[in-house]
């Protein structure tokens, strides 16, 4: 079950030939921090939907503010009533915060985010990760077991399949430059763990 991921990086997308070409889900990126949007989002939302393509939205999450302030930001941007897959939390950035305001706890943040939108949407987003901030902050025991033991992972690991998180992965990014009909351009391109049903009852709200 293969899929993409996308954001305005990706600039007009053909839904109807990303859909054709095989393509069997979408992650499509809402907003990053506590107040950018990405500017694509709406009609990408909507047009993913038109063309039959199973998605969910994905939020860029900041070192730099709280993860209360980031959900309002995320949980403004979803429209009300559409069917979708898990939403998603991307936690890779390792940025240098301006004025020294990085946040104390960047786990309780997490977990603060992935609280809201799960009570927004009834269902708890994935986490989005890399190896270099799967190690900065969620190596140790802890935080693993105790405090993201029960969630979901989406592991980025280009070329071969993960080897961290603590637990066999949801999603799999593993492609950075991929190619597919309905992108100009180079695009992310992700794989589900499991079958086909598998992934109907994932996708089921």
């Given amino acids: 079950m293969k899929g993409v991921d996308v954001s305005h990086y990706q600039g007009e997308i053909d839904w109807q030939a990303l859909r054709a070409g095989g393509v069997r889900f979408a992650y499509i990126k809402a907003t990053e921090g506590a107040h950018f949007r990405d500017p694509r989002f709406a009609e990408n ?14 939020h860029f999450f900041s070192l730099c503010k709280p993860g209360a302030e980031q959900a309002a930001n995320f949980i403004a941007a979803i429209p009300a009533g559409d069917l ?33 939108v799960e009570k ?16 900065a902050y969620f190596l140790s025991e802890d ?17 071969w399949a ?4 603590g637990r066999p992965w949801t999603l799999w990014q593993y492609h950075n430059r991929g190619r597919r009909a309905g992108i100009e351009g180079p695009v992310d391109l992700n ?15």
């Fill in 45 to 58: 939302w909507r047009r993913s939907r038109e063309a039959g393509v199973p998605r969910g939205a994905y």
């Fill in 84 to 116: 979708h897959l898990p939403h998603a939390l991307d936690a890779e950035q390792m940025e240098v915060c301006p004025a020294g305001q990085a946040i104390a706890d960047p786990v309780a943040e997490i977990v603060a985010f992935l609280d809201a």
């Fill in 120 to 135: 927004r949407f009834g269902r708890r987003p994935l986490v989005y990760t890399t190896r270099e901030f799967h190690d």
């Fill in 143 to 159: 935080r693993l077991k105790e405090r993201l033991g029960s969630e979901r992972f989406w592991l980025r690991s280009l070329h």
């Fill in 162 to 165: 993960p080897r961290f998180g």
């Fill in 191 to 205: 794989a589900f763990n499991g079958s086909v049903a598998e992934f109907e009852k994932f996708a089921s709200p």
